[in-house]
């Protein structure tokens, strides 16, 4: 089953901070965060693992609350770098993801 | 290392036509995935390999099948196409489970079925 993010779009001007959340109605092993830019693949930004671990991406932080099934990313200091779609996977067994639908930002000048 | 690739980038069919997309990696992992990315819909899991000699499917596996090669190659192929699977189709790959590993993402390939 698909997770639900949100918001579905946020417009920033750089240097704003913003979050994305995304939120599952089964049990979670693990959570990833992939941005993808227009035309292009999706890029590996960050997995949060069950237990606390995390492994990716030094300017963006991220949180999964695992007995609540969500996951939140942080965007802080926004530059024009980060605009793009973002989506959440969810790991909810050993080989499938589910994305969520995307959450589109963007960074003005 | 050139990472996950895919051939070919575009391709146009028309309706029952048959093709195959392909993928390689050349960073020797285990794991091989292909996703189609409709607009609004996310990216969909089809099929994976768990790892050489093996394939199962995802979420929406009908109306393709594949094949994994050898370790660095894993295939999809649509034997008759439809209109229905106009989209953007992705191969990744990873080293283990999503579960515990992230996935490495191939350039895609735009199919249109007409």
């Known amino acids: 089953q698909q997770p639900v993010q949100s918001p579905q779009a946020v417009i920033l001007r750089e240097g704003e901070d913003a979050v994305i959340n995304c939120s599952s109605s089964?049990?979670?092993?693990?959570v990833h965060w992939y941005r993808q830019k227009h035309g292009e693949a999706p890029v590996f930004l960050m997995i949060?693992?069950?237990?606390?671990e995390q492994k990716g991406h030094e300017k963006i932080s991220a949180s999964f609350n695992e007995k609540k099934q969500q996951s939140s990313l942080y965007l802080t200091a926004s530059q024009l770098s980060y605009s793009g779609t973002y989506f959440c996977?969810?790991?909810?067994?050993?080989?499938?993801?589910?994305f969520g639908a995307g959450t589109t930002v963007t960074v003005r000048a | 290392n050139a990472g996950v690739t895919q051939t070919p980038k575009f391709q146009v069919l028309k309706t029952g036509q048959s093709m195959t997309l392909q993928c390689a990696q050349d960073?020797?992992?285990?794991?091989m995935y292909w996703y189609r990315q409709d607009p609004g819909m996310g990216l969909r899991l089809i099929y994976y390999?768990?790892?050489?000699?093996?394939?199962d499917k995802g979420e929406v596996p009908n109306g393709y099948n594949v094949s994994r090669l050898n370790k660095r190659e894993f295939s999809l192929r649509l034997e008759s196409a439809a209109p229905s699977q106009t989209s953007v189709y992705f191969c990744?790959?990873?080293?283990?489970?999503?579960?515990?590993?992230?996935?490495?993402f191939g350039p895609g390939t735009r199919l249109t079925v007409l």
């Open positions: 990744a790959s990873s080293v283990g489970p999503p579960r515990l590993d992230t996935q490495y």
């Open positions: 089964k049990a979670l092993y693990s």
């Open positions: 949060l693992l069950k237990g606390g």
């Open positions: 996977g969810a790991a909810q067994n050993d080989y499938k993801l589910s």
């Open positions: 960073m020797n992992h285990n794991s």
């Open positions: 390999s768990a790892s050489e000699g093996t394939t």
